[in-house]
Structures are given as structure tokens and as C-alpha cells.
């Protein structure tokens, strides 16, 4: 499974951005998709989640901001990013496995990452 992000980019604070993250190989086996970030020296995190089914989960710090969705006939992942604050800034990574989890250290597949800044 090859996965493969874009979107990131330069924001101000209060604007936004759109990540989406487009999978590929075998993809049969995939029924989560998430997003988890990473910021200078600090562990990765959990952004979103979402399976197949359709259900979702969001950490605390980004519930009312961003959304999750996925388009299961293109293979792909969507982050929608509203009203971005400094402290979101990071390197946002795709991320892909069988089973749900919420632990990054379980996922099997992983994209490039893609960074977002966001200025105050």
C-alpha cells in the first residue's frame, strides 16, 4: 500500500487548508485512514480517523475545526482544516491499516508527510 499526501502549504492563523491523501497497491485490506501530526520535537499525534464504514474520531484539540472524509471510490482521505492556529503547525502524515486504532505505532502504512505551517 503506497499512500501519497498533498495540500500542505503557509496559512495564517484563522484560515485554512484542505490535506488529502490518496492511496494505492493493495488497498483491499485497508479499512482505516487517518491523519497523525508531528511538531519539532514532540511525539506524533492523532489528528482524525476514519473507517470504511464511515465512523470517525478526533483528538480534542482539533474537534469543531477540522473534518474528515473519504472517498472510498478514489481511494482517498480528505482533512478539511478550519480555523488553523499556530499550534497546529507540523508535519501531517497519512496513515493506513486493518483494524481500527488510535495508536500511531500500529499503523502499517504511512505517507511522506506533508508540512503545514501556520503563522500568527
Known amino acids: 500500500v503506497q499512500l501519497v499526501e498533498s495540500g500542505g502549504g503557509l496559512v495564517q492563523a484563522g484560515g485554512s487548508l484542505r490535506l488529502s491523501c490518496a492511496a494505492s497497491?493493495?488497498?483491499?485490506?485497508?479499512?482505516?485512514m487517518g491523519w497523525y501530526r508531528q511538531a519539532p520535537g514532540e511525539e506524533r499525534e492523532l489528528v482524525a480517523i476514519?473507517?470504511?464504514?464511515?465512523?470517525?474520531n478526533y483528538a480534542d484539540s482539533v474537534k469543531d475545526r477540522f473534518t474528515i472524509s473519504r472517498d472510498n471510490d478514489k481511494n482517498t482521505v480528505y482533512l478539511q482544516m478550519n480555523s488553523l492556529k499556530p499550534e497546529d503547525t507540523a508535519v501531517y502524515y497519512c496513515?493506513?491499516?486493518?483494524?481500527?486504532?488510535?495508536?500511531?505505532?500500529?499503523?502499517?502504512?504511512w505517507g511522506q508527510g506533508t508540512q503545514v505551517t501556520v503563522s500568527s
Open positions: 497497491g493493495s488497498i483491499s485490506s485497508i479499512n482505516v
Open positions: 496513515a493506513a491499516r486493518r483494524s481500527y486504532s488510535d495508536i500511531a505505532g500500529l499503523y502499517d502504512y
Open positions: 476514519h473507517t470504511r464504514t464511515g465512523s470517525t
